[in-house]
Structures are given as C-alpha cells and as structure tokens.
C-alpha cells in the first residue's frame, strides 16, 4: 500500500500535469482548433454509430495529434527561452517539432477517411435513392 507522502506526490504532479494542459489551451489557437476539430469527430461518431474499432483508431489518432501539439508548444517554449532570438539551429528545431504535429495530423486525417468516408457515402445513396 502506498503511503499517503507517495499518494499526495502523485496527486501533484496530476495536478502539475493538467495545470499544463489547461495553459497549453489558453495560449495556443492551434490547440484550441484541435479540440473543437475533435469534438465534431466525437459528435460524428456518436451519430455515425461507430463500432468498437471504430472508435480505438479515431480516439487514438486524436490523443496522438492533441499531444503532439502540446509537446510541440512545450519544445517551441523552451527554445524561446533558452535562445530568445532568432537562431537557425532553433528554427530547425522548431520546424522539426512541427513537422511532427503534422505527420500526427496526416495520420489522424487518413483514419477519419477511412471511418468516416464509407458512412458518409452511405448516407448520400440512402438520400440520392429516396
């Protein structure tokens, strides 16, 4: 059994760790565009009635591009403070972090094509043949 010193550490640094949530959400708009962009997947698939792996692939592929982004936020910030002018080597840095969210974004973007894309087309031939 963990004893309540352990316990209250883990408390804190839960605590620590959605404090940084809540401040990555606050300061980056690409952020913010994620999460609603998420919440339509989330709308979508309750609609759409997605299966079981319908909803591991597109909830995985969402955390995936969330923390990449917040991950990207946290290295942009600290190249700023470690370099606070302009430095091509932090550039590099920066476009390589970048780059990352956006591989995140191409994968997350190919599975709601693949989960989506079928249903949608159902749809339409259920209205089209009406």
Do not use: Y
């Given at each position: ?7 209250f550490r883990?408390?804190e640094k839960f605590?620590a760790a959605f404090?940084g ?7 980056e708009?690409?952020?913010r565009?994620q ?6 997947v ?8 997605l299966?079981?792996?319908?909803w591991v692939a ?9 923390s ?6 946290s ?8 370099h606070p002018?302009?430095?091509p080597?932090i550039g590099k840095?920066?476009?390589l972090?970048a780059?990352?969210v956006l ?5 997350a ?5 693949i989960v989506?894309?079928p249903?949608v087309?159902q749809?339409i031939k259920?209205?089209?043949e009406?």
């Amino acid at each position: 059994m963990k004893e309540p010193q352990e316990r209250f550490r883990t408390l804190e640094k839960f605590k620590a760790a959605f404090s940084g949530i809540v401040s990555a959400i606050r300061s980056e708009v690409n952020l913010r565009i994620q999460l609603v962009v998420f919440g339509i997947v989330v709308a979508l698939g309750l609609w759409f009635q997605l299966d079981a792996m319908e909803w591991v692939a597109v909830l995985l592929v969402s955390g995936l591009v969330l923390s990449a982004e917040i991950m990207n936020t946290s290295i942009e910030k600290l190249c700023d403070v470690l370099h606070p002018n302009r430095d091509p080597g932090i550039g590099k840095v920066k476009d390589l972090s970048a780059g990352a969210v956006l591989v995140a974004a191409l994968a997350a973007a190919a599975v709601g094509a693949i989960v989506f894309i079928p249903k949608v087309w159902q749809l339409i031939k259920t209205f089209w043949e009406k």
